[in-house]
Structure formats: structure tokens, C-alpha cells
């Protein structure tokens, strides 16, 4: 039962280089999400795909761009880092029917950008 | 954009009392979300409640739609239930993509032996 699983679990980068968060579920779902947690403002969300080779834009995509390179994996890519993309990165997906469905996440990866 | 308001924010109890955290929201909603995280943990789902009542162990997750609310209780409360217990919602235009949520900021419980 890997469920979602996310790697790298910790990182830290230098101000400038780029990296490429993994994510991969292995429940047959549709909808992947990358969300942000950041201490007194709750999770946000970045991109979501509802679907394979769909993506849009969350509450705060900028400086990120993500691929859905398949039905089960879902990146994020930070091109440039810099210090104000140090967060929790979580990973989440959702099964779409006509009524609200469970998300689950993975495990997160804490990031920080010097 | 709907929003999730949580309270308190941070809650200390002893071992075996009975706790209830709050969640408003400022619109209608399909369903609300309940997650614990533990400390340097990934989330997890608790509950997803549309309507009235659900119950796990010793966990109660209860929700009315009129009057936009929702309460996490924990009942006979243990060191190992100290997490941080986030509420959540889906996003007025997730449209079937029922992940989309917006969330609440958490409340901090730790619960004392």
C-alpha cells in the first residue's frame, strides 16, 4: 500500500539552482495536486492536474512548473529557487466522481532554499 | 474563494480529557476534511463529511451544513494524539476535481500524560 509517495524527502538548495520535486500514486487516481505549507498560512495550492495531460495553475503558481508526465506521476519544478520557495511541499491525489472523494497525500518534502 | 476558519489554534490537554476542535467556512461547501499531522509527518485523512455524523474510535467528526460548522472531538485523549488537526474544503470552482482544497491553519494539540 505505497499509496503517494514523494522524493526527495528533505532538500536543500542554493539560491539559483533548480531541482524537480517527484510524486507518484499507485491508487488508478485522476487528479494530482501539489500543494505548499508554510508556518500560520495553512496548505496552498500550487498546480493541479485533474487529469493526464491536463495542468492549471493553483493559488500560487508563481516561480514553480510542473509536468503530469503520466497517470500516476505528477512533478514540481522549481527552475530558480529562491529563498521564499522554502516550504513543505506535499503531494496529493483524488479519485473525481460526481461527489466529494478522500484526498491523500504523501509524506511531504522540506525544502530550503539558502 | 471560500475560507476556513479554525479554532483554537493551539490546544494543551491531560491525558483522558475530552477535546473538541471548531471549524467554520464562509460559503457553502460539498464536503469538509478533517487531517492530522504529526510532527514532521506526512497528513492524513481522518474524516470526509458531507452531513451529520461520523465516528472512528475515539475520534468524532460532526458537521452542519446550515449553520457552516463543523467539530473534530477526541474523546479519552492521548499523548499520541498530540498532531496538528487541520480542517479542510473544497475550492468553490474545483469542479470535479475534489482535492482542490482550501484549508483551514491548523490547531496544535498536545495532550499531556
Known amino acids: 500500500n505505497a499509496g503517494v509517495t514523494q522524493t526527495p524527502k528533505f532538500q536543500v538548495l542554493k539560491t539559483g539552482q533548480s531541482m524537480t520535486l517527484q510524486c507518484a500514486q499507485d491508487?488508478?487516481?485522476?487528479?494530482m495536486y501539489w500543494y505548499r505549507q508554510d508556518p500560520g498560512m495553512g496548505l496552498r495550492l500550487i498546480y493541479y492536474s485533474a487529469s493526464e495531460g491536463t495542468t492549471d495553475k493553483g493559488e500560487v503558481p508563481n516561480g514553480y512548473n510542473v509536468s503530469r508526465l503520466n497517470k500516476r506521476e505528477f512533478s514540481l519544478r522549481l527552475e530558480s529557487a529562491a529563498p521564499s520557495q522554502t516550504s513543505v511541499y506535499f503531494c496529493?491525489?483524488?479519485?473525481?466522481?460526481?461527489?466529494?472523494?478522500?484526498?491523500?497525500f504523501g509524506q511531504g518534502t522540506r525544502l530550503t532554499v539558502v | 474563494k471560500n475560507e476556513v476558519e479554525q479554532s483554537p489554534q493551539n490546544l494543551t490537554a491531560q491525558e483522558g480529557e475530552f477535546i473538541t476542535i471548531n471549524c467554520s467556512y464562509s460559503?457553502?461547501?460539498?464536503?469538509l476534511h478533517w487531517l492530522q499531522q504529526h510532527p514532521g509527518g506526512g497528513i492524513v485523512s481522518l474524516f470526509m463529511?458531507?452531513?451529520g455524523k461520523k465516528k472512528h474510535g475515539r475520534l468524532i467528526a460532526t458537521i452542519n451544513i446550515q449553520e457552516k460548522h463543523s467539530s473534530l472531538h477526541i474523546t479519552a485523549s492521548h499523548p499520541r494524539d498530540s498532531a496538528v488537526y487541520i480542517c479542510a474544503a473544497p475550492l468553490v470552482d474545483s469542479g470535479t476535481s475534489y482535492g482542490k482544497l482550501t484549508f483551514g491553519q491548523g490547531t496544535i494539540l498536545t495532550v499531556h500524560p
Open positions: 491508487m488508478n487516481h485522476n487528479s
Open positions: 496529493a491525489s483524488s479519485l473525481p466522481t460526481g461527489a466529494p472523494t478522500e484526498a491523500f
Open positions: 460559503v457553502g461547501i460539498s464536503a
Open positions: 463529511l458531507s452531513s
